[in-house]
């Protein structure tokens, strides 16, 4: 049976996360990177693996300075409470 690895589970999910916080769709990202639809599909459900020339692309698109952005985003961290600085 096919194993999904966990960093390629966690880039799909990075992949999927970040281009719905910037309200594209599926098919805009997707022209943009001059591919099928159903290939990013693939690699927002983590079944075929996104070569690292695809992610720096993809950076480009969202916006991102770098594709490691991609990688290493915590969603987690939009949620966490800002301590603010004591007077």
């Known amino acids: 049976m096919y194993k999904r690895s966990e960093e390629r ?4 999910r990075n ?3 970040i281009r719905e916080l910037r309200n594209y769709g599926q098919r805009y990202v997707a ?3 001059k591919v ?4 990013l599909s693939s690699w927002e459900n983590g079944v075929s693996e996104v070569r690292i020339e695809t992610l720096i692309r993809l950076a480009e698109i ?3 300075t770098n594709y490691r952005q ?3 985003f915590d969603p ?5 409470k800002k301590e603010t600085p004591a007077n």
């Open 31 to 33: 022209a943009e990177l």
């Open 70 to 72: 991609i990688i290493d």
């Open 15 to 17: 992949i999927r996360l």
């Open 62 to 64: 969202f916006g991102l």
């Open 76 to 80: 987690d961290e939009l949620f966490r």
């Open 9 to 12: 589970m966690r880039i799909a």
């Open 36 to 39: 099928g639809r159903s290939t």
